[in-house]
């Protein structure tokens, strides 16, 4: 398998449970922290030109729930990059770099693409 990129949050049960799954399966991966390792202004727009914002943004997060509905809104329209660089944890998780293949979550499809 081409070399897989996994971005997410070192405390991120999804995450943990993905890196769990490649390591049984004995998959090589890289991960990164999407809050100290990555530099988001350049990979977010990738992310979302092959995802979109629907599968990208995390709804059901604590920090979306927190935002006011115009901050909502804006990160739906505008200003969806800078709103994801400023709060990270809006970035549903992990995300998954093999090549120029994007995989957002570690949904059922997820894990029959990668193992």
């Known amino acids: 398998m081409a070399k897989l990129n996994l971005y997410g949050l070192k405390n ?62 804006a990160a739906l329209s505008k200003e969806t990059q800078s709103t994801l660089e400023d709060n990270p944890t809006l970035i549903k998780r992990p995300v998954i770099e093999v090549e120029k293949t994007i995989y957002v979550g570690w949904t059922k499809d997820v894990q029959e693409s990668l193992i």
């Open 12 to 73: 991120c049960d999804t995450c943990k449970k993905a890196m769990k799954a490649l390591d049984q399966k004995g998959i090589e991966y890289d991960f990164v922290d999407i809050r100290a390792e990555v530099d988001l202004s350049s990979k977010i727009p990738t992310w979302l030109s092959s995802v979109g914002i629907e599968k990208l943004l995390n709804k059901r997060s604590t920090t979306w729930r927190t935002l006011s509905k115009a901050e909502q809104e």
